[in-house]
């Protein structure tokens, strides 16, 4: 999944024509220390430092992140953010299931990053408006025609009308702060090759770039994704529904949302093609919607982890 805008920004390098290389670098390792300096503007001298010391690799990834990345163009891996499918459907005689969880492994194989992550490609100036916005998560919408295409293939007897890829928002800022650091040490190792090849620009200029594709392409720095790298055992609890419910209540499932799990489960009786049902698959839904409006005091992301992976251990399913 793509996620994708464009904004086209244009350099000024009027104001570092008699600024040296290394003060140049310095003002980069500061700007990068401090959040006062905008990474729009830490990028920018990174371009003026590209175009002297003739690295164009740094240069071309300075434009892609400044003015967003075209299809073609090969996308860092801070860029590729996880996410958690999730949809609505309707079902016969106007019932119905919001907020429903997608499980990835309900789609065919080459189809299954659609409910995993998305690309970010569009500018960096409009990751920052995103990471400004009060919502915890952003909707990344699913196409028309994928819908069309897997709307049975979820749960029992309910047709997916709408989906979409959640994406906390704390990846579109861990994705931010990832291109600051790779500033940050790309600007200290770059400053020791400079001082080395002086009286060598060709060799420093090499030398630089593989300093770059070392720092922005290797495994320099981590995305803080906070939960979206949650991890959680569900326990031995296959066919054992008492054993389901302890699990839940580890997470703050109340005695009373157990209780209509239970209902829903007894309802929706044995599994029918591999498909939940839909009652359950309904009670999943409710306790998300509880969990974004914080009646659950659990993350969302949580939430959304939490439960396919411990209703699917039930059922017997993959996760």
């Known amino acids: 999944m793509r996620f994708s805008e464009t904004t086209h920004i244009v350099l000024d390098y009027k104001k570092f024509e008699m600024t040296s290389n290394s003060d140049l670098l310095q003002t980069i390792q500061d700007g990068a220390l401090s959040t006062d300096m905008p990474v729009v503007e830490l990028l920018r001298r990174c371009q003026v430092l590209a175009a002297r010391q003739k690295i164009p690799d740094l240069g071309t990834w300075v434009q892609h992140e400044l003015n967003g990345y075209p299809d073609n163009a090969e996308l860092p891996a801070y860029r590729v953010l996880p996410g958690h499918a999730m949809g609505h459907f309707t079902g016969p005689f106007g019932s119905g299931i919001r907020n429903a969880v997608l499980p990835a492994t309900n789609l065919p194989e080459e189809l299954q990053h659609w409910a995993r992550e998305a690309q970010f490609r569009q500018p960096i100036a409009t990751l920052e408006e995103i990471s400004r ?51 940050l040490t790309f600007a200290l190792e770059a ?27 290797g495994n320099v720095g981590n995305i803080a994704q906070a939960s979206s790298n949650f991890s959680q055992s569900a326990g031995d609890a296959t066919g054992d529904l008492e054993s389901l419910v302890r699990e839940l209540s580890k997470f703050g499932v109340t005695s009373s949302d157990s209780g209509e799990l239970r209902t829903a489960i007894a309802e929706d009786g044995p599994l029918k093609e591999q498909k ?33 992976k411990l209703i699917a251990k039930y059922y017997g399913l993959p996760d």
């Open 276 to 308: 939940i049902g839909g009652r359950v698959a309904g009670w999943m839904g409710r306790m998300i919607a509880k969990a974004i409006d914080g009646t659950w005091t659990v993350a969302t992301s949580t939430a959304t982890q939490v439960l396919p």
């Open 191 to 217: 400053e020791a090759v400079v001082k080395d090849h002086e009286i060598d620009p060709p060799a420093a200029s090499s030398r630089l770039s593989q300093t770059f594709h070392a720092v922005v392409y």
């Open 133 to 183: 916005r009060n919502d915890d998560s952003i909707r990344c919408a699913w196409p028309g025609d994928l819908v069309t295409m897997v709307r049975m293939d979820f749960y029992e007897k309910m047709a997916l009308g709408q989906a979409w890829l959640s994406i906390s928002k704390s990846g579109i800022i861990g994705a931010i702060e990832s291109v600051r650091n790779r500033i």
